[in-house]
């Protein structure tokens, strides 16, 4: 069977899930009416949430409590979110259009797009300082500071203007293939990173099972950026955009995706049989 085929119903369901708690907590946020409708649009615009999927799965590792890793699940979906409705806008990436539909300023407008973006960020240090998340506040501290590092000047953010230099909105010069990998792996791959670390510190994991587990979750963001621009590259999409593809051609690139898919699921190793549904999830990446 199709290793897609064994997780993605799982990975849907984690969605539901994720859904549910997401509209639980916009329908107890106080906003103005406009600022709603546009964080509701960005936030149910037909992700994967595969993020908080991850984030759940390592969580089960542990034994976390499904409530509480959902919950954290539906914290980093906001900044996940977020970072998309930022992206998308014409002093970034300049997309008019977002999985089909219209990029939330096209929807709304520039102004009440980052406004949106703004509020997706700031709920997601609101969901995890809550005690549901966990009853240690050393606990939620943690995952606050983590998710802080990821999504911040040293992780997306980082990554986004690394983005921006590389596609010239600076200088000319031709960016390097290794200026190019951590330009995705901060853009892209340490908020997978993050999403199994917090699994693990949810469960209060060891250092060298949180290490394992954060260090898969970084190889499997960057399988999943060179995946996904192999897709593009197959699509004619994006012909103009500086990637890993098109940095070393499809044939190479293609053999670089499932080098770090082994590298990811030798991580898992330690784990034994009980990470079942997270090999399968980062072995359909190089298929």
Not at 82 to 111: I, Q, W
Not at 135 to 154: C, F, M, N, Q
Not at 164 to 186: A, C, D, N, V
Not at 230 to 242: E, G, M, Q, R
């Amino acid at each position: 069977m199709h290793a897609t085929q064994l997780f993605l119903p799982t990975a849907e369901k984690t969605g539901r899930e994720i859904d549910t708690v997401l509209k639980k907590i916009l329908r107890e946020q106080k906003m103005p009416p406009r600022l709603k409708k546009a964080v509701v649009y960005a936030i149910f615009s037909g992700g994967k949430r595969l993020r908080p999927f991850l984030l759940v799965e390592c969580a089960a590792l542990f034994a976390v409590p499904r409530k509480r890793a959902l919950l954290a699940g539906a914290a980093l979906e906001c900044v996940h979110a977020y970072s998309l409705v930022h992206d998308d806008l014409p002093a970034m990436d300049n997309s008019n259009k977002r999985r089909g539909k219209p990029s939330t300023h096209k929807a709304f407008d520039e102004a009440t797009a980052i406004l949106a973006g703004d509020a997706l960020l700031t709920f997601a240090f609101e969901i995890l300082a809550e005690p549901a998340v966990h009853p240690d506040p050393a606990v939620r501290a943690e995952l606050i500071t983590e998710l802080a590092k990821a999504a911040g000047a040293s992780g997306m953010v980082g990554g986004q203007m690394l983005d921006l230099e590389i596609e010239g909105r600076f200088t000319k010069q031709k960016p390097s293939l290794k200026q190019i990998r951590t330009m995705q792996k901060l853009k892209t791959a340490v908020l997978f990173s993050f999403a199994c670390k917090a699994g693990a510190i949810l469960g209060r994991a060891p250092k060298e099972q949180r290490d394992a587990l954060e260090n898969f979750g970084l190889l499997f963001g960057e399988a999943f950026q060179i995946a996904d621009d192999l897709k593009d590259a197959k699509a004619d999409k994006a012909a103009s955009k500086t990637t890993f593809v098109t940095a070393i051609g499809k044939e190479k690139a293609q053999a670089e995706l499932r080098r770090l898919v082994q590298k990811a699921d030798d991580d898992l190793n330690p784990f034994g049989k009980r990470v079942a549904m997270l090999r399968t999830a980062v072995e359909s990446l190089g298929i």
